[in-house]
């Protein structure tokens, strides 16, 4: 099993063809003041493996410590690749600096970095 893509972005979600669409991939956010609230984001995490049952974890840091945690149980049970979309609905930042964001299907990792910026 690994992790084939880990994606950031304004909205992701499946069309009535089935396919993932992905609006406005991002790398840096900029706000005007702190703490701030990030209205909505979506993280895309999409895997090859074995059908079966996997546990996914998305972590959310900001210097060593965690902003936001998701444990989705997934359960692939066809095709060759399969997607986890997440839906973050106020993703607090408390000051500028670097957030990290981490996927983990059972022994696999990814990771983005994200900017946080006063502008």
Same mark, same amino acid.
């Given at each position: 099993?690994?992790? *084939?893509?880990?994606?950031?972005?304004?909205?992701?979600?499946?069309?009535?063809?089935?396919?993932?669409?992905?609006?406005?991939?991002?790398?840096?956010?900029?706000? %005007?003041?702190?703490?701030?609230?990030?209205?909505?984001?979506?993280?895309?995490?999409?895997?090859?493996? !074995?059908?079966?049952?996997?546990?996914?974890?998305?972590?959310? %840091?900001?210097?060593?410590?965690? *902003?936001?945690?998701?444990?989705?149980? *997934?359960? %692939?049970?066809?095709? #060759?690749?399969?997607? #986890? #979309?997440?839906?973050?609905?106020?993703? !607090?930042?408390? *000051? !500028?600096?670097?957030?990290?964001?981490?996927?983990?299907?059972?022994?696999?990792?990814?990771?983005?970095?994200?900017?946080?910026?006063?502008?």
């Amino acid at each position: 099993m690994k992790i *084939v893509a880990f994606l950031i972005a304004d909205r992701i979600y499946k069309a009535q063809n089935s396919k993932i669409n992905i609006e406005g991939l991002f790398g840096r956010i900029n706000s %005007k003041s702190f703490p701030a609230l990030h209205k909505q984001l979506y993280v895309l995490t999409t895997f090859e493996g !074995p059908n079966g049952e996997y546990d996914h974890l998305l972590t959310i %840091k900001q210097d060593g410590s965690v *902003v936001a945690e998701i444990h989705t149980k *997934v359960n %692939k049970n066809s095709g #060759v690749s399969w997607n #986890v #979309v997440n839906e973050i609905n106020g993703l !607090p930042l408390a *000051v !500028p600096g670097k957030y990290i964001f981490e996927a983990k299907i059972n022994s696999q990792e990814a990771r983005q970095v994200i900017e946080v910026n006063k502008i």
